[in-house]
């Protein structure tokens, strides 16, 4: 096995949302890390944007790893055709896996499993428990109640400035995927035939 360029570990929606712009850029984020010599790390499931990522990702070439609690495995439709499918006992490990498989952390849009996962790698990082880049792709507006939400936040001092700083929020996938794992020190690889 050749060793992937870079691990990008991707949250989102396991169902598609209305917008096809969604399930656009599940696609479209698949394909470039596939595309790129990366490997994808996900929740190992089929449904909804979760699916469509791991699809592309394997489509174009990438590696997958999958990652689900056993209990999940029927719910969530685990996808056995992920290059690893780890089912695991609990919630936890799956979530403590995926951050130690990944180099970098991306949310795309989701519901409240993806929001729990973002801000969960966000303050471990404003911890230090790691020191991987985390972004937020910002398709079609879907975040920018959040992003208001936030700078409350800010402006009311139950946050700090440097505390969003160290999130990079982006609507174009074509430039935050390569910050991303530029910022993780680690250097995207484009395939000949994909480009
Ligand atoms: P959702 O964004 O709600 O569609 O969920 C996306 C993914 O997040 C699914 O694979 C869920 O199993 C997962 N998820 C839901 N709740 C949690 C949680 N508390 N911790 C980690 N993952 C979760």
């Known amino acids: 096995m050749t060793t992937p360029a870079f691990s990008l570990c991707v949250y989102c929606g396991s169902r598609p949302g209305v ?3 969604f399930a656009e850029v599940a696609r479209a984020t698949g394909t470039w890390i596939g595309s790129h010599g990366g490997q994808l790390v996900y929740g190992g499931g089929r449904n ?3 699916g469509l990522l791991s699809e592309a990702t394997l489509k174009a070439g990438g590696r997958v790893v999958g990652i689900i609690p056993k209990a999940l495995v029927e ?3 685990a996808d056995d055709r992920c290059t690893e499918l780890h089912v695991v006992d609990t919630m936890h490990e799956r979530k403590r896996m ?3 498989k990944a180099d970098a952390f991306l949310a795309l849009p989701g519901g409240i499993g993806t929001f729990e996962e973002f801000f969960e790698v966000w303050t471990w990082r404003q911890l230090g428990y790691h020191d991987k880049p985390v972004g937020l792709l910002n398709v079609a507006g879907y975040y920018d109640g959040l992003m208001t939400f936030l700078r409350t936040g800010v402006e009311q001092a139950f ?3 440097w505390q969003m700083d160290l999130i990079r929020v982006g609507s174009d ?3 935050l995927l390569p910050e991303l794992v530029q910022s993780a020190g680690l250097s995207p690889e484009p ?3 994909a480009i």
């Open 159 to 161: 946050m700090n400035a």
């Open 173 to 175: 996938l074509s430039s």
């Open 48 to 50: 909804g944007l979760m």
């Open 75 to 77: 719910k969530e439709w």
């Open 19 to 21: 917008d096809p712009a």
């Open 98 to 100: 995926m951050a130690e």
């Open 191 to 193: 395939r000949i035939e």
